[in-house]
């Protein structure tokens, strides 16, 4: 019987004190790299920017200097496809349709930016492809971009079951208290 | 049972155990996260993370057995704890099954645990729906980390020092990985299917490289799951005859 208590409590502990680290680590996001600059796009030409993730997410920021706009497709890819020669392509306007009519399924969300705008996004986890075009409607594109990598250790998303595994941890690491205190009262 | 408790409670004091274990998942949690993959199919990229992410945990774990070995188990023949143990009403056979537990199985399963949830956090689907792969690629990573201290307990209790359990153990240990090297090295040069053998026998984890084929590891020889699976057992098959002998010998030859 006191194994068994035993073994219950150093469960509970084990399960308690993991479940407080990735807790943590949950709410740590390590920089893992940066890139900044600043581009222009001429007429009838589409940069392509494909921020691979492998899990990593990633924090964009772009911002639209004066007389221009551009546009910015996100585009979400299965992992089985290899992003990379997609990666810095510059296509002309009949490419650039040519793939978003191809890769249709996949655009998840496509914003446009007009001049001094600003966007912030963090791309999710999963494989993103940015495509960022200057707007057809508009001379040409002028803007400055910076992408952050981030390491979120452990995905935030499961915040709340590690609340419970460590709340589960902690009532089995006392269970052992609990039943000495029920029986000698 | 009571012995048993003894040791894993002298040996893994709280919070020894848990620390191990939390350092262990953040470890493994890092190196997966910062590998880049290739484009490849689910069980290869499954291979590419027990390959890439159990390196530094294994040797962390591999001292620590080593470690365990000659201080709980040489160091106390050579201080003669053993004999005053067995001079209780304490059979052999449980003395000898304790020790393994506290000092092989328990670090195992420390480090097998930890893999598996690390695994199942970064990847929870592909964790979910491989459950078999990711079995038989955990058994086929401690497979040899479990030969490997059987036969670290087998010089302790020949040599009954501890200083020279631990030089042996190292020498041991080394020559494993560069023998495990050259077979690998002289399989892919020779093309020699026999040298093949004696690696998946040794070293399953490679009878798996030869099977999913990832391709930062790609090998000449390609192998069925089955197959696989059957290098996988004769290695444990391996373990369990050493483990027999080394329990025998304990029980019958072994002079306090």
Redesign the interface.
Known sequence: M??LS?IIK?FG??LA??AL??LI?SFIQFPLASISGQSVIRPKEAHMRAFVN???AEHLKISVRSNSSLILYFLNLP????VEPYLFNVLNQEQLNSFLQEHFNQLFKKISLNANEELSFIVPYTQTLVLIANNPSSFHADFKYSIESV?P???PD?QPNLVIIFVIGIILAIIDRIIKRTKSS | MTLLEIEIDSRYRFPVLEIILALLVVLSLVMVRFQPFQSQTPEAKLLSLFMFSSGLPLLIIQLLIIGYISSGFAGEIEKGITRIFLSYPIGRGVYFVSKLISLVITPVLILSTSQLIAFGLFDAKLFLSRIADVFGLTLAMIGPLILLSVIFLLVAIVTRKSGTTIALSIILWLMFGIFTSVLSYMANITRSYYIAVILWVLSPIHAFQSHYQPPAFATIFKLTLVEAWTYLSLHYAIIIVLILSVFIYFKRRFEV
């Open positions: 006191s194994l035993g150093r502990t084990i004190t993991l680290t990735l680590l492998y899990q990593i992992t089985e496809q290899p390491v250790l452990v995905n499961y």
